[in-house]
């Protein structure tokens, strides 16, 4: 009865190991990125991750950073990035928030010059912007 017992208190044991996750990271890093340096640097700062062993920033898909703080300040003058990505690791597996740095633009119409005394001036129309609805109050 006993040998029965601790098989019995074996198997349940092996069950409970075998459906525990164990290790891994416990999701994605997110990041928020802010102008620093008037404009001339990125600093990402992030909140850590459950299960993490340590952080990533890559910069086009290549690494540039490898570390456990939970800030990372990109230099401008270092690099320039069209998306960076923060991950969160333990071990191989690792989740990452990617940011997408692509510069957006707008066509500006009605360009025109002017010379006066020597000065260059310049004026053009500003992109019109729909009008959004009105905001109501709840």
């Not at 102008?35 to 920033?57: C, F, H, I, M, P």
């Not at 001036?121 to 729909?130: A, I, K, N, R």
Request: charged residues 15%; aromatic residues 6%.
């Amino acid at each position: 009865m006993k040998r029965l017992y601790l098989v019995a208190l074996l198997g349940i044991g092996a069950l409970a190991l075998a459906g525990c996750k164990g290790g891994g990271v416990g999701g994605n890093p997110e990041v928020t990125a802010t102008a620093v340096n008037q404009g001339a640097d990125l600093q990402l700062t992030w909140k850590s991750v459950e299960g993490a062993d340590g952080y990533r920033v890559y910069c086009d898909g290549n690494k540039i950073w490898e570390g456990k703080d939970t800030t990372y300040t990109i230099s401008g003058s270092s690099n320039v990035c069209k998306t960076v990505e923060v991950a969160a690791y333990s071990g191989s597996d690792e989740q990452k928030y990617s940011l997408d740095l692509t510069p957006k633009s707008s066509t500006i119409t009605g360009l025109v010059t002017t010379m006066v005394q020597e000065a260059l001036g310049l004026s053009w129309t500003l992109p019109t912007v729909p009008p959004h609805p009105p905001l109501r109050a709840a």
